[in-house]
Every structure is written in C-alpha cells, then in structure tokens.
C-alpha cells in the first residue's frame, strides 16, 4: 500500500500549482499568439518598390472575424500599377475587398472606389485591373464577427512605365460641366485590362451627370453604374451595359444615362477578340467613345402647383425619373389644384386619381394622400407594387400627395392620372376628412345614394383614436358594424393601425349581391363583428370606384333602381392584459375560466393567480378545452390547495390536448397562469365546477345538473321549431307572390297600380337589376318587364 508523508503531500501540491499556472501561462501565450497572427498585415508599399504581395491575415488558412486591414500602394509619378488577383474567396456580402485608385487632386491625395469584391465563386481569380499613370491604389479588407472557413485573398502587383508592354488606363476622375466633353476610352491591345472612370457634377445639389455612349468596339463591353451601387453591392448589377457586338444591332435604342446621384462609374471590359472582328459604331483605335454633360437631375420635385387643364381637365404626374426608378431621400409634394369649373346645380368639382402603375419598395418607401380643402390633413398611404385600388377619389378639388424613399432600394415608382370629375352634392363625405373619433366607446352611421351624378366614385374616412395614447394601459377594440353594399369595386375597409401604416391585416366588406325580390327595408343589410388589438388607432374606408355603363335609347343610366350604400357601426374600447377576476367560486354548474384576451393572444410577462373555492363538503373538478402557450416559457400550473405551496396537479405549456378531468383533494384549487417577454399563444380555455365529496350527494347534483342541461336543450329545440314554421310560412308566401306576378304579366290578373308600378307595369316598362364593374355584368340580373301591347290585346280579345 502505498503511503504519502506530509513532506510528499506539500511537494505534490507545489508541482500541481506550478503546472496550473505553467499552463494558464501557455494558454494566454497561446491567444496572444493568436490575436498577432489574426490581426493585419498591413503594409504601405513605397513609390519606389517596383512589385509586391498583398493577402488576407493567415493566408492560405482561413482568416479571422473582425478584421479590418488596409493596404496601401503609393503612387509614382512616372508608373502606373497593374494588380493581380491571384486567388479570392470570402462570405458573399458579410465579408469583401474593397479596391480604390489613388490620384492627385491638387495638394492632396484623393481616391475612388473602383470595386468591392465579394463571394467564392472563382469569377474573380486571375483578374487584373490597372491604374493611371501616376496613380496608386489602396485596398481595404473586412470581415464580420461570424465563423468563417474562407481563405481571404492573396494578390500582387507590379508597376509598369508606358515603354512597358503593358498599357495604363486614362484618368479616373472627370468633373461634368455644362458643355458636353468628350470621354474617351484606351487605345485597344493585347495586353489591355479594365479601366475605370468617375465622372462628377458637384456644382449644386440638383445637379446630376448626363452621359451618351457614342460607339464601343466589337471587343469590349462598357458597363455603367450609380456610385450608390458600388457602395452597397458588389460589381454585379449595372445600371445599363453596352456591349460592342449588339451596339451596332441597337442604333434606335437610347444610349443616353442620367445619373439619380452627383456621379457614374464607368467601366471598360475588354474581351477577347473574336476570329471575324467588326468595329462597334465605327471605332478603330479606342475601346469606346462618349460624352458627358452636368444637367438638371431628374430627382427634382417640381415647386409649383399641379394645376389641371380647365379643357382637358385632366393631368398625369409621376414620381421623379419614371420610368425608370425613382431616387432615394425623395421627399416630394405634389399639390394638385382642380379648375372648380363643376360648381352649380347643386353639384361640385372633386379630383379622381387613377394609378396606371405603382411599384414602391414596400413599407419603407410610400407615397401619402392628404384632404388640402384647409391645412392637409392625411388620409391614408399606399407602398408596395399594388394598391388597393387603382382608383381614389377626394371629397375637394384641391389634394396633396407626398412622396418618401429613403436611402436603399429603389423600384419605378408610380405613374397616375388626375382628373376632375362633376359630383352631385349629395355624393360628398359627411363632413372635414378623416372625421375623428375618440372616448372608450361610440357610433358611426354613414350612408350614400348610387344614382345621383358622380356617387360612383366616393372616397371617405373616419379615424378612431386609440385610448392607448392615453397612458401605458393596452386595449382590445371591439366592432359591430351592419353595412349594406351592392357593387363590384365598393368596400369598407376597417384598418387596424394609424393611417399612416400599410397594415395588411384588414377586413375587406366586398358588394353582396342582391336576393331575387327587391330589397326592403331592413333586410338586405349584413352584420359583422371584427376584434382587434389596439395598434395606433383605426381607420375606417369606405371606398366606390365603378364606371357607369352606357345604357340603350330609353333606359336610366344607373341600370339599377336607386339604392342606398349605408352602415352602422358601433365601437368599444376594452383594457388588455387583464388578468379578470381571480377569487373564483365554483358551482354545481360549469363556468369558464380562458387566460387573457382569449381567443386572440396573450400579452406578455403576465402573472395571474386565480383561487377556485368549492363548497364545504365539494371539490373543485377542471376540464380543458383548449390549452396552447409557447412551449417551455409559458406556463398554467394547478396546485390542490390555496397557493403554490400545495402539492402540485399540473403543470403545463406547449400545445396540449387533455383527456381528463383535473380534481382537487379539498374544496380549494389554485390556479397560476406566467408568461415571459418573447412569443404569444391564445392561451387556454377550461370549464370548472364543484363536486360532491359524498358520493350519493354527487350523483343527485349530477343528476339535477343533467336535467337542467336537458331542459335548456328542449328549449332550444322548441325555438328552432317555431323558427322552421315561419320559414316554411314565408316560402310559402314567395311562391304565391310569383305566381301572382306571373299571371300579372299574362294580363288576366290586376293587383292595382301601386302593385302594378312596384312590378314593372305603368309608365316604366322595363327595369333591370344587375351588377356591373366597367359596363360588364356580373352576378345576378332580375329583368321586370311589362307585357307587349299587342299581347294586351290578344288577351282582352280573349
């Protein structure tokens, strides 16, 4: 047996402690040596080195997060530098090379960015690129803070003279000015590689620059893009390329650029040259020719009013550039301004805007639509490539549109008509636009006749306020609303949101179409409820865009008896979040208890306790109905007793399915309902009651507990019976009203003149029921017609 002295325990001990801190020592050692060999080999390599090598830290393996490393190449004045990628590879758009040309700019260095080199897909090995003469280059590496198994970059350089074999690239910077100048490309060779070209117009803010391709030979390719892309992507998307073997093929095209922002970049590829060789546009010594010009950029808003013509009455706008994409930080104001020719007779001018196209960067950029009788006041915004309607109607001849994009992605933007149209009186929105609500609870009424002139086209808007706003208490707001609607292209749109957010959560009341007999009165209306959870308020649209057909010789224009859109809506604000009553007395009944704002989601980081008492000589008995939280972070917990501390019953959350009933011991039941800060569910929903501990007490109340279920179910059953008959009386009732009608119109049945009117006789011989959307007809036509005259006299010769 082996035996240790103290002497031996203490030397034991002193090793272990100078190993530890041996190893603790190599082990910083270790990521000091890590941290030198991730961070840059940066380098600044003299006008005087003729050639060298630039890579990526800990090149060939991979490199490091984080990085960040510069290298530069001075320039000479008597070189230029041609770079050689000799291998590339990084995570496509998290990690890249930046490559900018150095040139004097008076006293000072200044540099443009030529390319920023991205992905691993081989395309950029091998590639070559050359400077002016008297240029120099710097290069800038990145890396994110993600894992990355990519090698980076290695590449060389090497500075040539113009006796070299080698050709350098003209200048790389031009200024635009107002007379066109002339940009030419280098002259071709076999040692040819791509050059770059910055053109400026930096004189004012409004300026853009103007360049015209004038011929690109048959072995190049010209590419051109917006300095916005070489600042956010890779050299992948040009906004317009020319290619010498097509350029000769697309005379008539339009060769003719005009840059969004101050500058263009222009690129010159040269390819290989092909067996039979053919001059693009007549070039013979250079690889391209252009011109370039400072001019006005298309991104400009116009100041002056939009005024329609009083003649045509009409005009179309368009975002700034259409229709080619529109610019970024566009913040434009187009206040439109009718004739108000269209203002006796009880009628009234209003401005009807038709979009022809609309295609804007969802959710970010938009344009707004803004009631401008008295100080704009907005009324709602359309943003992405559709809308909801391609017509919109204001309630006044005079409107505000603004346009918003910012800084990123652009897309064609919109082109839109404006017309002003005659609208009867009766046809404007009840009152200012939007009309606004608040208070925890109101109505809304709203209705408005078809055939008056200019009816078919109404736009109107009532905002209700959330009381939110308020304080920091959440609330649900709950809607009823009965509405009567009749055509294709009509709508009430209840929006959940400010109406100043695209929200597509909305609830669309489209046309009903209209029963086989005429409406009457209170019968042809549809009732709704609609629940939201309060997010800024709500805005409420009720939306008319249809064309009225024309009709043959002697029929009414509106092919449809004068109707009535209308609805009624009634709104109520109710707090979130509540936990409710949480002393809970259980019965012989079953009672409900659901989590809050149930069926709609739970809010979060929610605490609710709820103690279920049963009488004296009872238990508490639970069955779920519906149970879904989000699993392991929201949970229900039941404890048999009065609170946590009592032996556990349950304890659940995810998606559950229970087929059992939960009971407690005693006549008490506490119930827990927690939730954290991240995902909603609906919740649960459970049924609870008392029952007897005493097993003959639990059968009676078992017993007395069916029998008034049975009892309520007998009434219902008796309800529904009745319910049947008077159907069967009202079919009844139909089928002799059509048979009347019937024999009417064979003229051997009067019902008198008011009948006789109501059923198509009199002095209207023909009228039809129909829906139309454009002139078409759709849905369902009732024709009411009376009897040919020479059918009349058959049947009194009869």
């Known amino acids: 047996m082996l035996r240790w002295s103290p002497a031996d325990m203490r030397h034991l001990l002193l090793l272990l402690l100078i190993h530890g801190a041996l190893s603790e020592q190599s082990a910083d050692l270790d990521d000091f040596d890590d941290a030198i060999e991730c961070s840059c080999n940066a380098a600044s390599f003299g006008p005087d080195m003729m050639q060298g090598e630039l890579k990526s830290p800990l090149h060939p393996n991979n490199y490091c997060d984080n990085n960040d490393c510069t290298y530069e190449i001075e320039p000479s004045p008597s070189t230029a530098i041609m770079l050689i990628m000799e291998s590339f590879q990084t995570e496509l758009r998290h990690d890249w090379l930046d490559v900018s040309q150095v040139y004097q700019s008076g006293n000072q260095l200044s540099d443009v960015r030529m390319m920023r080199l991205s992905g691993d897909d081989g395309s950029i090995d091998g590639k070559k690129f050359v400077t002016a003469l008297g240029n120099g280059l710097r290069l800038h590496f990145h890396s994110d803070g993600s894992e990355h198994r990519w090698q980076g970059f290695r590449a060389r350089f090497v500075r040539f003279n113009e006796s070299s074999n080698y050709k350098p ?128 950029s298309p991104c400009n808003c116009q100041k002056t009013p939009y005024t329609i013509d009083a003649e045509t009455k009409t ?326 007793g009065q609170n946590i501390m009592a032996p556990r019953l349950q304890w659940a959350s995810g998606l559950k399915y229970f087929d059992h009933l939960i009971h407690s011991e005693g006549q008490y039941m506490f119930i827990v309902f927690s939730t954290d800060v991240s995902i909603s569910q609906p919740g649960f929903s459970l049924l609870y009651r008392a029952e007897a501990l005493n097993p003959d007490t639990a059968k009676k109340e078992d017993a007395e507990r069916k029998e008034a279920e049975e009892a309520k179910e007998e009434g219902k059953r008796g309800g529904s019976s009745w319910g049947v008959v008077l159907a069967l009386l009202l079919a009844v009732a139909v089928v002799a009203a059509a048979v009347v009608l019937v024999q009417h119109r064979r003229g051997r049945l009067s019902l008198g003149p008011k009948a006789d009117a109501f059923f198509g006789g009199g002095p209207h011989a023909s009228d039809t029921i129909g829906f139309m959307n454009g002139g078409a007809n759709h849905g369902y036509t009732r024709h009411f017609s009376a009897a040919p005259s020479e059918m009349s006299l058959a049947n009194e010769d009869e």
């Open 169 to 296: 690239c003209p200048p790389v910077f031009y200024e635009a000015v107002s007379a066109p100048t002339q940009l030419t490309g280098p002259a071709r060779s076999s040692g040819a590689a791509e050059c770059f070209f910055m053109i400026n117009a930096t004189e004012k803010n409004t300026d853009a620059v103007k360049l015209t391709v004038q011929s690109v030979a048959f072995d190049a390719e010209v590419r051109v893009f917006e300095t916005e892309d070489t600042d956010t992507l890779t050299r992948t998307t040009a906004l317009q390329t020319f290619r010498g073997i097509t350029f000769l093929l697309t005379r008539g095209e339009d060769k003719t650029i005009v840059s969004r922002g101050k500058s263009l970049l222009v690129v010159l590829i040269p390819i290989a040259r092909p067996i039979f060789y053919i001059n693009g546009g007549g070039t013979t010594s250079s690889y391209f020719r252009a011109e370039f010009s400072r001019v006005v």
């Open 315 to 640: 005009m179309t706008i368009t975002t700034p550039g259409y229709p080619k994409d529109y610019c970024d930080n566009l913040n434009c104001q187009y206040n439109l301004e009718g004739s108000n020719v269209f203002t006796s007779g009880g009628t009234h001018s209003a401005l009807k805007l038709t979009f022809d196209s609309f295609d804007m960067e969802n959710n970010v950029d938009y344009m707004s639509l803004y009631d401008a009788r008295e100080a704009p006041r907005l009324l709602m915004s359309y943003t992405g490539s559709m809308v909801s309607s391609a017509v919109f109607t204001f309630n006044f001849y005079k409107a505000q549109l603004q346009v918003h994009t910012d800084q990123s992605v652009v897309r064609k933007g919109f082109n839109a008509t404006v017309e002003e149209i005659e609208r009867d009186n009766n046809c404007k929105c009840p009152t200012r636009q939007p009309r606004e609500y608040s208070g925890p609870d109101g109505k809304i009424s709203f209705d408005m006749p078809s055939d008056p002139v200019g009816c078919n086209y109404v736009d109107c808007f009532w905002t209700i306020v959330d009381p939110a706003e308020e304080g920091d208490i959440k609330h649900r707001v709950v809607i009823e609303i009965e509405y009567r609607l009749f055509r294709q292209g009509e709508a009430i749109i209840i929006q959940n949101g400010a109406n100043s957010i695209r929200n597509e959560r909305t609830v669309s009341h489209e046309h009903k179409t209209l029963v086989a007999m005429p409406p009457l009165d209170g019968a042809d209306t549809t009732k709704e409820t609609v629940e939201y959870n309060a997010a800024g308020g709500l805005l409420i649209w009720f939306h008319s865009a249809w064309e009225i057909s024309t009709p043959p010789p002697g029929q009414s224009t509106t092919a449809e008896p004068s109707t009535v859109r209308m609805f009624k809506l009634s709104y109520e604000w109710k707090k979130r979040c509540e936990c409710g009553e949480q002393m809970l007395t259980a019965g012989v009944e079953w009672k409900t208890l659901t989590s809050p704002d149930y069926p709609h989601d739970y809010c979060h980081n929610l605490r609710c306790n709820y103690t279920v008492s049963a009488p004296d000589g009872h238990r508490v008995v639970v069955n779920v109905t519906h149970f879904e939280t989000e699993i392991n972070e929201d949970f229900v917990g039941m404890f048999d």
